[in-house]
């Protein structure tokens, strides 16, 4: 599954390619830390959550989102928000 999140401009495509539910957190970053500016966590339920090692004044978080299974075809397909900055969206694409 990929996750398709969109900042403003900006249109990041994100593979999710683990065949196991976890998190997704996406992050705004300084560019001197990450040359395109957003940093992006993935983990699952058993794991530590990664996060940036930047200041914490200087990252925004601006998506958390779930990728669980679908009952029916039991792939990762389902993405659920948790939250979402004012102007950020998320989809799963496939």
Do not use: F
């Amino acid at each position: 599954m990929n996750v398709k999140v969109t900042a403003g401009n900006d249109t990041l495509d994100i593979p999710y390619t683990s065949n196991v539910p976890g998190y997704i957190k996406v992050y705004r970053v300084p560019e001197d830390y990450s040359t395109d500016g957003y940093y992006v966590g993935k983990w699952q339920d058993n794991e530590i959550e990664p996060v940036p090692a930047c200041a914490g004044s200087d990252m925004t978080i601006l998506l958390q989102a779930r990728c669980d299974r679908d009952d029916r075809s039991g792939s990762i397909s389902v993405l659920s928000i948790n939250y979402a900055a004012e102007g950020v969206t998320a989809h799963a694409a496939n």
